[in-house]
């Protein structure tokens, strides 16, 4: 899989180098408040990196340096640490209880706290103590209204890729769709690249996709003849395929990057069908000469 994704990484970013040079440049407007609280020498950076934009100079990461530099940011294990903690705490749970099948008391409150809700909650409470405990109660509550109105929508948008992820593997639509697909005269790879772009489409959901596509691709395995492991890569693939207004993290792209909408379909949605495509013809390739 690594060995694959080399050539599709490489592809990607002289890709989306190109694409952005399509588009004009985005600069997010700075919130007021925000802009108040940087100090001389930063406000200095700050207009000398607008002298650049005007000028239409490329940025590059030192323009930035000394507009980060501020001693009351948290130290980057810590920042790390209040993201990595509840995908740890999430693992541990899995393993301990479905790979493992442990019991007693230590796995009873391992999940607990590892249950996705309660371990996001736990990064949540390190955050507001660790992260901005130099904040006052209400500078933080502002912070957290702001991550809210931001994060809203993608809620939403999550919520409602799952409820119909549910409704296709409930009915069974899944099923029809890729037997169908199995019982046409397309190549045999093209059943799984199919069933990732077809699984993902509606309900916008890369995840569900390659979930829902795996239970549905693995019993047609050895009917199909095709090698498992280019048809999970196959799979996961194309269920990337594609990011647009029904993906929440489609949304997440667009709000935390500060793009406006048509920006990001004209960008990174075609991106999410370009970079499946070239990765396709890789695996079919592969396919052909190896498998």
Known sequence: GIMLSVPLFIFAVLFFRW?????????????????????????????????????????VSSDFEELLKDDTLPGAGISFATLLIPVLLILLRSICISVMHLTGPVVV???????????????????????????????????????????????????????????????????????????????VIMVPLLIGVLLRFPQGSGTVAMVTGAAI???????????????????????MCPSYLNDSYFWVVTRFSGFPTNTSLRTWSIGTITVPIVGSIILIIVNAIFF
């Open 217 to 239: 691709l693995a019993p047609m395995i050895p009917t199909l003849g095709i090698n498992p492991l280019i048809a999970g890569l196959a799979l996961c693939t194309t269920a």
């Open 109 to 187: 409150v391992l999940d607990l706290i590892g249950n996705p809700v309660t371990a996001i909650f736990i990064s949540v409470v390190m955050s507001m103590y660790i992260l901005a405990g130099k904040q006052t109660k209400e500078e933080c509550l502002s912070t957290i209204e702001a991550a809210i109105a931001s994060a809203g929508l993608i809620v939403f948008v999550t919520a409602a890729g799952g409820s119909l992820g549910n409704v296709i593997r409930i009915t069974e639509a899944g099923t029809i769709m890729a037997t169908a697909i199995a019982n046409s005269s397309l190549p």
């Open 19 to 59: 694409i952005s040079t399509t588009v004009p440049g985005i600069f997010p407007e700075r919130d007021a408040s925000e802009t108040a609280k940087l100090s001389a020498a930063q406000k200095e950076v700050l207009a000398r990196i607008e002298a650049r934009q005007a000028e239409g100079k490329e940025l």
